[in-house]
T-cell receptor
Framework: GAVVSQHPSWVICKSGTSVKIECRSL??????MFWYRQFPKQSLMLMAT?????????EQGVEKDKFLINHASLTLSTLTVTSAHPEDSSFYIC?????????????FGPGTRLTVL | DQQVKQNSPSLSVQEGRISILNCDYT??????FLWYKKYPAEGPTFLIS?????DKNEDGRFTVFLNKSAKHLSLHIVPSQPGDSAVYFC????????????FGTGTRLKVLA
């Protein structure tokens, strides 16, 4: 159990376009989902926390108008990188948390590699 | 401000020996700690966790030790296996808050056959 999927696993886009990344909890209801990004050989940096049905809470330094997060259902959260630029190229990872069965644990998706040309 | 640090970016250990990965934190409010294993281009895989009310937690070959006074935790892997070669991240959270994880900088472990 506790499987989180991400789609797509990798994406290449042109500068100026928008890219949507989906994060799904496959066998549990995720009341909270988190979005991270990881640059090569660096740590996972939390970008934002989203709770189902409410606005996401962004970490300091993360532009909320550039990284749009929607958590419309208990099994799906989306991250849209708007007007992507080469510096947005990174590995984006989501995680999901289930209050009921895993009090303190987050389950991570496999990640999405974004390359902006 | 890096609240969770792993001061050793890399570690090499002979197969069968003990691997010790260290993690230091600065925020005394953290009360739950986790270790994750990660391969390139994949999501982190949970290994083991520990609550601040404990000083040790063991699961098979993995043991995590917590020294609250020193704000230090360590992961011991015994015996180390070549399949353990990966990047290991420690993470810390405050369970009375949003449960967001603060990750350390990672340690690349290489187990030599």
């Amino acid at each position: 159990g506790a499987v989180v999927s991400q789609h797509p696993s990798w994406v290449i886009c042109k500068s100026g376009t928008s890219v949507k990344i989906e994060c799904r909890s496959l066998d549990f209801q995720a009341t909270t989902m988190f979005w991270y990004r990881q640059f090569p050989k660096q740590s996972l940096m939390l970008m934002a926390t989203s709770n189902e049905g409410s606005k996401a809470t962004y970490e300091q330094g993360v532009e909320k108008d550039k990284f749009l997060i929607n958590h419309a259902s208990l099994t799906l959260s989306t991250l849209t990188v708007t007007s992507a630029h080469p510096e947005d190229s990174s590995f984006y990872i989501c995680s999901a948390r289930d209050w009921v069965s895993s009090y303190n644990e987050q389950f991570f998706g496999p990640g999405t590699r974004l390359t902006v040309l | 401000d890096q609240q969770v640090k792993q001061n050793s970016p890399s570690l090499s250990v002979q197969e069968g020996r003990i691997s010790i990965l260290n993690c230091d934190y600065t925020n005394s409010m953290f009360d739950y700690f986790l270790w994750y294993k990660k391969y390139p281009a994949e999501g982190p895989t949970f290994l083991i966790s520990i609550s601040s009310i404990k000083d040790k937690n063991e699961d098979g070959r993995f043991t995590v030790f917590l020294n609250k006074s020193a704000k230090h935790l360590s992961l011991h892997i015994v015996p180390s296996q070549p399949g353990d070669s990966a990047v290991y991240f420690c993470a810390a959270t405050i369970t009375s808050g949003t449960y967001k994880y603060i990750f350390g900088t990672g340690t690349r472990l290489k187990v030599l056959a």
